[in-house]
Each structure stands twice: as structure tokens, then as C-alpha cells.
């Protein structure tokens, strides 16, 4: 066999340069956006995260504050808090890091796939290299530009995705060059177990989705290396890798998994776990259109609007969508002697999908869930048109597709970045892109009522009120557009309609609060404890009604707490809340901070003094200082010099 023992042929620096300086240029006008949904629970209103110092305790802080339990992303919220420290809250520097980091990760990938195809010269014999270090440039450009991976840049804390899959890029290419050197040299198992226990612990601390690096690498010897070697035996060093890092790891995810799913800590969704799984295999098949032939209509942020698949037939996609997965899947198997890189870029798809695609109730749809995924279908189309072509194609023509196809989705990035950059452009092509869509109708909304002209824009008023109308009445819409209507309402002194409340109450009825709920019912108490609302007790029996149907929502008591001390001065009430709130979530320490200004404020000063004790004891090198000791002094000079309300 005249395999290769280095990665022969040096990569060309300036292709690969050119390449980046041109992904650059098409995302840089969507650079000066605005925030946008998730961005501002994750970082705008978020002010742990909001660093101001070098003090150890603010960092710790900083970047424990990712707002779910059950998820920690330290890495990536220590990126923020950097970012905030140093640049503040201008979102162009955070997506500009964003940028950057998806442009190491076109550098990483790069290498990865010329190390892949290193390998599979080395074991299956022939190969032109300088085909496929062409097809891998090629691959790379076309990945960096996609369309269906701009939010993972543009979206600022979307960071989580494209910053955990650096790590899975950076092992999974240390994984392959060492791979290499095992299949030619035969050393090298111990790299390999380092690039996947390093990377994969690091990607971790960015996000959970980094534990499919071992999942990848092990596509990789299905499909390309291969576990038994020429005369059928096992390559017992590489079975026992997986043993371990495979193994493992699928003990402590399913773990992981049994400590909230199925649990009253889960979240909370209007589909049961099979209507899941056969939505999203409708929308595993969309995916792979939105991946490789993209439309404007389809590229969008807000999928809310898809149809849940109720059975097989219904809708019918449903079964004709699990068939042709199926099919694929089938095809990978059959091809995997013949046409390893075409099955290892299917394998790739899948795997990445195992994840958000599979049980875990998550939302049904995200495009930058595919950020990884979509290497695979890209390297899939490369096997087809290039590296494992079912006949020859002469090169020229295989360079002007290429070009083709990185014009079309530099063009179709570059019409949405600039989209991106304009709020109320973006609001406006989300609403026509998706017309049910309830929450692209509230962000429009939203984006118009954020304008600082709104009071004297009479049109504003209206278009605003008209969409969050149209949001209230569309399935699935919970709550938000109603509280939005109560509070533009409020600030253009118009009336409140007694109908918005009801709606209100009649959806709670139905289903349980979503954590979009949550923050309408703490916005609208916000609204009439600090303003403009006027006081409207209708709000309470909105709170009993989210209460009733909730299993478990600390955070609802917790505001309903503040809500009823603020509003009707019930400190007996807001105190069982709270010590409720406690209760269900004992580790968080807003709540026991709230609680010993409540006690302190109600002369209850001896249960203040054991409540401040109990939150010592979370603090961890000083990152609750900022609120023990404030609150120490408060309980030394006693109810005189409180606030009439807890203000935590």
C-alpha cells in the first residue's frame, strides 16, 4: 500500500486566507445589528454577566449565570462577561467575536477534512491529493458562507453553538492526524484518546452538544477506518477506546438526561416525546434542503409555526419523511465499502442530530442546530459531484460548480446579513417569510414599540397593536402578545380591553406556563408596580391561574411573591411564596435574598439573621459578596431603615 505517513502536499495559506477574508466581507454589514430574542435573557437583562471589575467573586458569577439548572456553559459566559467588560453592551463587538470565531472554525475544519482524506488514502490506497485538498477548500468556503449557519454567527448568543464546535472541530482534526499516524506508523492511540477527552471537555464548558465528539470520531472508523482489519480481526486498540469514551459518556448523558426530562424541572411543550420524534423527522428532511438549496423564504430565526405530526399521516409528510431517512440511512450502510466519504457525511448529519432531533424536548426547530451538520451533508455532495463521483467529471467543470455554488451562498448570506443589520427590516421579513409565526408578529411588534419615536408615531401604534393582535389569536401563541398589548396599551394611554385578560386566563387554563410566559407575567407585574400600568387585580388571579396548572415554577412564585408584597403589602402571603420558591429551588440565591429583605422589612429580624447564614453558605470565593454584604447591613439597622418593599 502506498499510503502517505504525513499530510503530503502543504495546504495553500492564501487560498484559505482569501477564502476567510471573503466570508468576512459577506457577513460584515450584518455586524451592526441589534439584539434579538434569546440575546436579551442571555446577556442584555442579564447583570450577573454584566463584569465591570477584575474581582474573582464577579467572575465566578459571571459565568455560573447561564438562566436553566440543568445546563452550566461556563466557557461561553465567561466569553460574554469578557466581552462585556471590555466593549460593554454595543452588540457589534460581540458579534464580531462571534465572527471570528466561526472563521478559526472554517480553519479547523479545513484541516480536518484534508486529514480525513489523508486517511482514507492511506487505508483504501489512490486518491489526488490535490483534488481533495480542493474539494476540502472548496467544502470550507461553501460552510463558512451557508445560509443556515448565520444565525450561529449573527445571533450574538448563538456563541454557544459555533464556540462548542470549535472544540469539536479542533479534536476531531487532532483526532484524524493522529488516526493517520496509527493507520502508517502504528501510533498514535494515545493522541487520539487525548484529542477526544480534551476537546470534548473543553467543548463542554461551552455547551452540551460538544459530547458528540467521540459520536463523530466514531463515525469516522465505521465508514472510513473501519473496525476489523483485512483478515476480519477486531482493532482491539480502537474498540477499547470506544469502549470507554463512548460508552461512558452515553452513561453519564442518559444521567444527565433522567435529572430534569420527564421531571417537573423539564420544559414544558404541546407535543408528547413520539409527536417529537416524527416532527422532527419532517424536519430533519427540511434541514437538508435549508443546508443545500436554500430560499429566502425558508432562511429565517422563528420556526414556531411548524404543524406538530399528530401520527403517521397526519400531516402525510410525516410518514414520507421517516421513509426517506430511513432510505438514507440504508444507503449510507450499503455505501460505506464504495463510497466511505459519501456514508461519513450522512453518518455525520445523523449523529449531529441525535441530540436536539431526538428526545429531549427541546423546541422543534433551529437553524443553528445544524452548524455541525451541515459538514456533513456538504462533504456528502462533495463525494457525489467530486471525490467518489459515480463517473469522471473534468476538473474545470467540478471548479466552476464549486465557485457556483459559493456564489449562491455567499449571495444568499450576504442579502441576509444585511437584513440583519436593520431591526425593523429584519422584523419585517421574518413576518412575510412566516406568517403564522407568533413570534415573529410579537418581535415585530416588539422591534416597533423599542423605537424611541413610538408616542409620536400614531402608525407606529397601530402596526404594533395590529401584530401583536394577530400573534394573540395564532396557535401555540401563549400569553406574550396579550401582556404586550396590556403594556403598549398602557405607555399610549389607550384603554385596556378586559378581553385581553381573559384570553389571558383562558390559555392558562389550557396549558401550563412556558418560560416566555414567565417573563410576560413578570413584565406586566413590573408594569403596574413600576409603571405606566395602572393597578388591575385581575393580574393576581392571572398568577393563580399559571400556578394552578404549573408542576413546579419557582420563578412564578417568586414573582407573584414580589408582586403581592409590592401591590397589596401581603407580607404573610408574599413570605409563603417565597419560602415555597426556596423550596423547589434551594441553590438559588436571588430567592433567599428576596426573602431576607422581606423578613427585615416585616421586623422579623432573628429569621433574617438564619436566612443570610443559609445563603453563606452557597457562596462560592466570594461571588455572592455583592448581595451578603448589603444585606448585612440592612438587618444591623433593622426595619426603620428598610424600603417599604424588598427590591431584590
Known amino acids: 500500500m502506498n499510503a502517505p505517513t504525513t499530510l503530503a502536499g502543504k495546504a495553500s495559506p492564501w487560498r484559505l486566507l482569501a477564502v476567510l477574508a471573503l466570508c468576512a466581507l459577506v457577513y460584515w454589514p450584518g455586524l451592526y445589528g441589534a439584539y434579538i ?148 506508523e502504528n501510533r498514535g492511540i494515545g493522541s487520539m484518546a487525548a484529542a477526544l477527552v480534551v476537546c470534548t471537555g473543553l467543548g463542554l464548558l461551552a455547551k452540551e452538544s460538544a459530547i458528540l465528539l467521540p459520536l463523530y470520531a466514531a463515525c469516522v472508523e465505521l465508514f472510513v477506518a473501519r473496525l476489523h482489519d483485512a483478515q476480519g480481526r477486531w482493532r482491539k486498540p480502537i474498540v477499547g477506546l470506544y ?22 424541572t423539564t420544559y ?19 434541514y437538508m434542503q435549508w443546508t443545500v438549496l436554500p430560499t429566502g423564504k425558508v432562511a429565517s430565526l422563528y420556526h414556531d409555526d411548524i404543524a406538530v405530526s399528530t401520527g403517521l399521516l397526519s400531516p402525510p409528510t410525516t410518514l414520507a419523511a421517516i ?135 400614531p402608525e407606529f401604534v397601530r402596526r404594533a397593536m395590529e401584530g401583536l393582535s394577530t400573534c394573540s389569536r395564532l396557535p401555540r401563541s401563549g400569553i406574550l402578545c396579550e401582556q404586550g398589548q396590556v403594556i403598549l396599551a398602557a405607555r399610549v394611554q389607550q384603554p385596556i380591553d378586559p378581553a385581553w385578560w381573559q384570553s389571558m386566563l383562558d390559555k392558562l387554563a389550557r396549558t401550563p406556563p412556558t418560560e416566555s410566559d414567565i417573563g410576560a407575567l413578570t413584565e406586566l407585574a413590573n408594569c403596574q408596580t413600576i409603571g405606566p400600568c395602572a ?27 414580589g408582586y403581592i408584597w409590592k401591590m397589596n403589602a401581603d407580607g404573610a402571603g408574599a413570605e409563603r411564596l417565597i419560602r415555597k420558591a426556596i423550596g423547589e429551588e434551594p441553590t438559588e440565591p436571588a430567592y433567599r435574598a ?16 438564619a436566612a443570610l447564614e443559609e445563603l453563606r453558605g452557597l457562596d462560592q470565593l466570594g461571588s455572592l459578596a455583592y448581595m451578603i454584604e448589603p444585606l448585612g447591613r440592612l438587618i444591623e439597622l433593622g426595619p426603620d431603615a428598610a424600603s417599604s418593599e424588598p427590591q431584590n
Open 37 to 184: 430574542f434569546d440575546d436579551f435573557v442571555f446577556f442584555v437583562n442579564n447583570p450577573d454577566v454584566h463584569v465591570k471589575t477584575l474581582v474573582a467573586g464577579d467572575w465566578i458569577r459571571a459565568i455560573t449565570s447561564f438562566p436553566a439548572a440543568h445546563q452550566g456553559r461556563w466557557l461561553t459566559m465567561f466569553t460574554l462577561a469578557a466581552n462585556y467588560w471590555a466593549t460593554g453592551l454595543d452588540p457589534f463587538w460581540l458579534k464580531l467575536t462571534n465572527l471570528a470565531i466561526h472563521l478559526v472554525n472554517g480553519a479547523l475544519l479545513y484541516f480536518a477534512l484534508r486529514a480525513l482524506m489523508r486517511l482514507r488514502n492511506a487505508l483504501h490506497g489512490g486518491g489526488d491529493t490535490h483534488l481533495q485538498d480542493a474539494a476540502a477548500l472548496a467544502i470550507t468556503a461553501c460552510w463558512l458562507v451557508l445560509p443556515i449557519n448565520l444565525t450561529g454567527v449573527l445571533y450574538a448568543v448563538q456563541r454557544l453553538e459555533s464556540l462548542s464546535t470549535l472544540f469539536v472541530l479542533l479534536g476531531l482534526g487532532w483526532y484524524l492526524r493522529a488516526r493517520l499516524r496509527l493507520a502508517v
Open 323 to 457: 421513509a426517506f431517512l430511513a432510505a438514507l440511512g440504508a444507503a449510507a450502510l450499503w455505501l460505506r465499502r464504495s463510497r466511505p466519504l459519501l456514508a461519513l457525511g450522512i453518518a455525520w448529519f445523523f449523529a449531529a442530530h441525535t441530540l436536539t432531533g431526538t428526545i429531549i424536548p427541546l423546541e422543534l426547530v433551529f437553524e443553528h442546530r445544524n452548524y455541525f451538520a451541515s459538514c456533513g451533508l456538504l462533504l456528502a455532495v462533495a463525494s457525489l459531484l467530486a471525490l467518489e463521483p459515480v463517473a469522471p467529471v473534468k476538473p474545470r467543470l467540478l471548479a466552476l460548480v464549486a465557485v457556483a455554488l459559493f456564489g449562491f451562498y455567499a449571495l444568499q448570506t450576504g442579502l441576509r446579513a444585511r437584513e440583519w443589520a436593520h431591526p425593523l427590516k429584519l422584523a419585517l421579513t421574518e413576518v412575510s417569510n412566516n406568517p403564522r409565526s407568533p413570534r415573529a408578529h410579537y418581535e415585530f411588534a416588539r422591534t416597533l414599540i423599542a423605537s424611541p419615536t413610538l408616542t409620536a408615531n
Open 594 to 609: 428576596y426573602l431576607i429583605e422581606l423578613l427585615v422589612a416585616t421586623n422579623q429580624i432573628d429569621a433574617a439573621k
Open 535 to 561: 393597578a388591575d387585580p385581575t393580574l393576581n388571579q392571572v398568577f393563580d391561574a399559571a400556578r394552578a396548572i404549573a408542576t413546579r415554577q419557582p420563578r412564578l412564585e417568586m414573582i407573584q411573591a
Open 243 to 264: 469502549a470507554a469514551l463512548l460508552v461512558v459518556p452515553l452513561l453519564g448523558g442518559l444521567y444527565w438526561l433522567s435529572t430534569w426530562i420527564a421531571t417537573p
Open 268 to 286: 414544558v411543550r404541546a407535543f408528547t416525546t413520539w409527536q417529537r420524534l416524527m416532527t422532527e423527522a419532517r424536519v430533519l428532511v427540511d
